[in-house]
Every structure is written in C-alpha cells, then in structure tokens.
C-alpha cells in the first residue's frame, strides 16, 4: 500500500478562514502602529523642550510596541500554518488507517475463506463420496488419534470390523445401482446409531470400521449386536442382507492401532466362519486358540 504525501488545501474552507483571519491580525497591526507612529510624529512637532524626553521615550515604546506586534504576527502565522500541516497529517492518518483497516478486513475475509476452502477439501479428501462416512484415510487418521489419547488416559477403546454377508452375490443378481443402496442404508443406520464421539468409516468395499471411545469389551459387543439386528430387520428391497461383526479392544498388550484393527478383523473371519449373522469378540478367538495350543500339548504326551 502506497503512503500519500500531506499537503495543504489552499482552496479548502478552512484554510481560507485562517488565512483572512492572519491579514486581519497583520493588517491591525501595521495600521495602528502606523497611526500611532504619526500620531507621535504631531506631538513631536508641537512639543516643548520639557516634554521632548517624554515623547522620545513614548516614541521608543512605540517602535517597540510595532516590532512586538510585527514578531507576534509572523509567530502566529508560523503557528497558523503548523497548526494547517498538522491537521492535514492528522487527516492523512486517519485516512491511512481507515484504509489499512480496510485492508486487514478485506485479508481476513480472503484468509477466512481460505482456510474454509482448505476445510472443504480437507473433508472432501477423507469422506466416502458414496456413503458420507470417512473413507479409509480418514479413518486410520481418526483411528491413530483415539490410540494415542486411550494409551496417554489409559482409557477403554474398542473397534468393530463390520462385513455385509454374501455382498458380491447381492450385487451379482440385483445390479451394482442396488448394492450401492444397501452401502447407504447401513451407512446411515450407523450414522443414527452412533454417539457423536464415535467414527464410522467405509474401510473398503462392504466393510466398514466403527471405532468405539470409552468402550470396553461388553460395550462393544452390545454396540455391535444393536447393529447387527437392526441392519437385519430392515425391509430390504429384493432380500434380507445381514452383516457379520467382529470386535476387539484395547488391552496392555496391544501396541498398535493396527494390532487393533488385526483382532476384529479376525474377530470378522471367525464369525463369518461359524455361520454369518453375528458377532464375534476377539476374546472368543484367543480362548480358541489357547484351547486349541492346550490340546496339541495333550495330544504331544
């Protein structure tokens, strides 16, 4: 932003009044002291030798008097004038800061818009376009920070991997347009099911993930059932579609949000292996597998 130069209004009202005010004064006075120095001139042609000395003295103050009166003009002008240059960078001040505010109002306006663009983009970049939940980026990030404050509070996190059964054959007999449909609807039921502090995320395909804050295990798994069932009694449009559920949380041995993410998704596989439509805790897969590890030591003696 380019600085202005002050400067004088000479055609200003303003100016005109302290200029015509300023002749007045040095007019008044350059005529009485010229009246007066004249006035002084009679008496001294008419004055006696005993008043001489009076009127050189009343003379001297008279001279005095005009110099004082001349001085005193040209001191007011110079104050008329700094008063007039002043006032003009007082009003080129406010004119620069109304400007500068004007400025700084229109760049933050450019940057509010801005930083709601990147906003924009920012959500565009990790939602799901189909079903309006996080996409698979954008739930690893959520999914990384519930870890990192659940280990940090030593706080209850559980995850749910969520499959819709049989997905590809629904998609084969009724069309792609109709599958998609399904993928909304369970989107949205997890959408009104959830709390707001949960994440629902479309992990890919038919899966999705729901990361559960402040869950433990019997949470989770009451979390999970609610949605199994009310997926199931939807009246779905060409054929009931169920969906298998496999959980998991948080424990002193997980050390990772992957790990995490692992056990539900072998939580998912064991329920899809037992008969679909249902939901599986990773605790259930890790007493099959000690049970299993006891019964080949069994069978090794």
């Known amino acids: 932003m380019q600085s202005e130069k002050s400067s004088i209004n000479f055609r200003s009202p303003e100016f005109r009044f302290k200029f015509l005010v300023l002749f007045i004064i040095l007019f008044a006075s350059i005529i009485g002291s010229l009246c007066y120095y004249l006035q002084m001139n009679a008496m001294e042609v008419s004055a006696t030798d005993a008043t001489k000395p009076a009127l050189t003295n009343l003379q001297h103050l008279t001279q005095a008097i005009f110099i004082i009166s001349a001085l005193g003009a040209v001191v007011l002008a110079f104050l008329l004038v700094s008063l007039s240059q002043s006032l003009a960078v007082m009003r080129n001040d406010r004119f620069q800061l109304a400007r500068l505010t004007e400025d700084i109002g229109e760049i933050s306006q450019e940057k509010l818009e801005l ?3 990147n906003n924009l983009l920012t959500n565009l970049a990790s939602t799901d376009a189909l079903t309006g939940l996080s996409n698979r980026a954008g739930g690893d990030a959520a999914l990384s920070r519930y870890f990192d404050a659940a280990t940090r509070m030593h706080s ?4 749910l991997m969520i499959d819709v059964d049989q997905f590809k054959e629904y998609n084969d007999n009724f069309g792609h347009p109709a599958g ?6 369970i989107s949205q039921i997890l959408k009104d099911t959830l709390r707001t502090d949960d994440q629902a995320v479309r ?3 038919e899966e999705f993930l729901v990361v559960l804050p402040f869950c433990d295990e019997q949470v989770a798994i009451d979390v999970a059932e609610r949605i199994r069932v009310l997926i199931r009694d939807v009246k779905w449009q060409y054929r009931p579609v169920t969906v298998s559920i496999g959980a998991s949380t948080l424990q002193n041995t997980t050390s990772s ?15 899809k ?6 939901t599986t805790h990773f605790k259930a897969v890790r007493m099959m597998v000690m049970q ?4 080949q030591n069994e069978n090794l003696d």
Do not use: C, K, P, T
């Not at 998609?180 to 609807?185: G, I």
């Not at 949000?257 to 329920?271: I, N, P």
């Not at 299993?292 to 019964?295: D, G, R, S």
């Open 180 to 185: 998609d449909q399904v993928l909304r609807q």
């Open 203 to 205: 992990f890919g395909g």
């Open 156 to 159: 209850g996190l559980s995850v």
């Open 257 to 271: 949000a992957d790990q995490l993410v692992g056990e539900a998704d072998q939580a998912l596989y064991m329920s």
């Open 292 to 295: 299993l590890q006891e019964n």
């Open 115 to 117: 930083l709601q663009s």
């Open 273 to 278: 292996n037992i008969g679909r439509n249902r």
